[in-house]
């Protein structure tokens, strides 16, 4: 096809592109914007005497302010929290990296009659509920004398995240071309030189992906510290449960999530600068 | 024509599952209350006595409830709040009065419980149970180690927690713990000076280094299995491990007991939320629940106490003779029961209790 006649398909077919990511797009909007601003504008009020709001105009005049940004950051202690929940976020990430790397390498490798079995295991404990998995481990752990420590979070964080690795690793490395991998030993290379050079940089999309995956949801998880977590096993995301459920301060929980989320959301942009597949070839 | 009766029949179908209910007079109330803080025999009996059906939701926290409902869930006839979030509700003027007509029964209750603060001659809520925050403990290990049961230095003072480290859980709550360290000290669990809060929090976090973790559920098996040997939470969880571990058959028994100290008091009652369609059928719960027989089921059953007179003889001897549940008139001088703060009180207090967490 050339790149005329492309251009010209991709034109008849820009109102049916728009008609079908619509319904997506709304959904985002509703469901995503939407509750983004509803907190942002919660940030700046005052939380009501029984829960909930002050109302934001009260007694003619606007009862804003940035009480609670000044709260949050005239203080160490919630950028502590922040900076812990990106280190275990970061540890969760690269352990399971470490863990799924080779074992997506054997999925791909394996007879294709078998790829779907195994891709199947993978995903299967998604069958059981995640807080019942959780709470086999405070069995699992506790004779250990391992319960209630830093260890067991990680270790929850990285079982629980591990398949979100896995997956978009084994998408990715499924699809090399073995081609390649020949023609290198052909040339020479020897196996530790084949994978630095060739499987490495073209499973980067995958890496980069699979991290997103599971650095994400770690950095929000409440429910793994709370079960398994020792009594300094506190994560940005128990502080943001705590305002909303158990001190009923929804200025500082909305400032919080707002924090967490413009700092994902930087991070998420920084990853898919550096992940773009490369315009040319090296 | 296959198509076009098949289409049919599914429509008929839909309409029927819908319209059944009615066509049945069949009538639903709906309550939101406490996970396990009402047995299912009861409902049963309740619902062959008023021909309806009881839906229930269930929460874990006062918090949790009034965060939902300030969220917009609605359709809820009954809640089951504890005094300071009846006190919360009624401020947001989301309760129906009684109409004490319906609830003849309302005479039982005991009289101490007439005139709460949050609602004085029972005009918006009827206690329905109480429970007590306090510890409960491994007894066959304790007595091993040779610990005293009867106080909160169980889990404050290191000279005992030196033969406790990592088996003592302490309540996720910020407003729970600095009352029993209030109670500890000697002070009101109400207490807000700033002083007081500063030598509440050294003591914590004297103590933290020998605790396994903060839980406000897991502790109930981990009384039972032996994992942990001492946790501070609710009467009714400590009986629940109690009864756990005697079915297991574990070596070893669990026991709980008020600290000499004092402790929180907490009081359930049933409310109308305005929310409700059927505040007919809430009567006719609450006046059920307010029979003796029936009341009786709350402590029977989960281990509540029971702020009902006409239940006490239906209560079986070893619950109403147990001093963590019923607490002899001497305990109740020493009670408290939990006031909210302020907003601004209370983001101090939250701001303690993250740096208590990070410490």
């Not at chain 1, 054997?106 to 195994?118: P, W, Y």
């Not at chain 1, 059981?128 to 990680?154: C, E, K, M, Q």
């Not at chain 2, 319906?102 to 009827?126: C, E, I, Q, T």
Request: proline share 6%; hydrophobic share 45%.
């Amino acid at each position: 096809m050339t790149e005329k006649r492309r251009h010209q398909v991709s034109q008849r077919d820009a109102p049916t592109r728009w008609l079908v990511s619509l319904p997506p797009t709304l959904f985002l909007l509703v469901f995503f914007l939407a509750p983004a601003l509803l907190m942002i504008g919660a940030s700046f009020q005052q939380p009501g005497d029984f829960g909930g709001l002050a109302p934001a105009w009260q007694n003619g005049q606007l009862n804003l302010s940035l009480e609670t940004y000044h709260f949050f950051f005239g203080d160490w202690i919630y950028a502590e929290i922040f900076f812990r929940s990106f280190l275990v976020a970061a540890a969760t990430t690269l352990i399971c990296l470490l863990l799924a790397y080779p074992l997506a390498l054997a999925i791909a490798g394996s007879a294709r009659r078998h790829r779907h079995l195994l891709v199947l295991l993978v995903i299967l404990p998604f069958a059981s509920n995640f807080l019942i998995r959780v709470y086999a481990w405070i069995i699992l752990l506790g004779p250990a004398d391992l319960l209630y420590t830093p260890f067991a979070v990680i270790a929850g964080m990285v079982y629980v995240h591990l398949p979100f690795m896995v997956l978009p690793l084994y998408t990715n490395l499924d699809r090399h071309d073995l081609a390649l991998l020949e023609a290198a030993q052909d040339l020479g290379a020897g196996t530790w030189t084949r994978f630095r050079r060739i499987t490495l940089p073209l499973s980067l999309p995958g890496i980069w992906a699979g991290s997103a995956l599971v650095f994400i949801p770690v950095l929000g998880m409440f429910a793994i510290p709370e079960l398994l977590g020792g009594t300094r096993d506190i994560l940005v995301g128990n502080l943001i449960k705590e305002q909303f459920l158990d001190n009923r301060d929804w200025p500082l929980g909305s400032t919080l999530s707002i924090v967490l989320t413009a700092a994902v959301l930087l991070l998420a942009a920084l990853s898919a600068l550096v992940g773009r597949p490369r315009r040319s070839a090296p | 024509m296959r198509t076009l009766l098949a289409r049919f029949s599914s429509v008929s179908a839909v309409l029927l599952a819908v319209l059944a209910p009615l066509a049945h007079g069949e009538e639903v109330l709906y309550l939101y209350i406490w996970n396990s803080y009402l047995s299912e025999d009861t409902v049963r009996r309740f619902e062959a006595h008023c021909h309806c059906r009881v839906n229930q939701d269930f929460y874990s926290d006062n918090e949790e409830m009034l965060a939902k409902l300030e969220a917009g869930a609605s359709g809820y006839d009954l809640l089951v709040p504890t005094g300071n979030a009846v006190e919360a509700l009624l401020r947001q003027q989301a309760l129906r009065p009684l109409d004490k007509q319906k609830l003849p029964n309302l005479k039982n209750v005991k009289a101490r419980f007439r005139d709460p603060w949050y609602d004085p001659g029972m005009r918006y809520a009827v206690p329905y149970a109480t429970t007590l925050t306090l510890l409960g403990y491994n007894a066959t290990k304790l007595a091993e180690l040779g610990l005293p049961t009867d106080t909160w230095a169980l889990i404050f003072e290191p000279r005992y927690l030196e033969k406790l480290k990592g088996k003592v859980t302490v309540l996720n709550s910020q407003r729970e713990l600095m009352a029993a360290a209030m109670k500890y000290l000697g002070y009101s669990v109400q207490e807000t000076d700033p002083a007081r809060w500063a030598e509440a929090k050294r003591l914590i976090l004297r103590a933290k280094p020998y605790w396994a973790t903060f839980s406000n559920s897991t502790y109930i098996k981990d009384l039972a299995i032996g994992n942990i040997w001492v946790a501070h939470g609710y009467s009714s969880d400590m009986y629940r491990a109690q009864q756990d571990a005697r079915e297991a058959k574990r070596p070893f028994s669990i026991d709980f007991r008020l600290p000499k100290e004092g402790a929180v008091l907490a009081v359930d009652s049933f409310v109308l939320h305005k929310g409700g369609s059927r505040p007919d059928l809430a009567h006719q719960f609450i006046n059920f629940m307010l029979d003796g027989a029936n009341a009786a089921d709350g402590s029977n059953l989960i281990g509540a106490g029971n702020p009902n007179a006409a239940a006490t003889e239906h209560i079986v001897p070893e619950i109403a003779g147990n001093p963590g549940i019923f607490p002899p008139p001497d305990d109740l001088q020493r009670l408290e029961m939990l006031r909210d703060f302020d907003p601004k009180t209370r983001r101090i207090l939250s701001r303690m209790w993250t740096e208590i967490k990070v410490r």
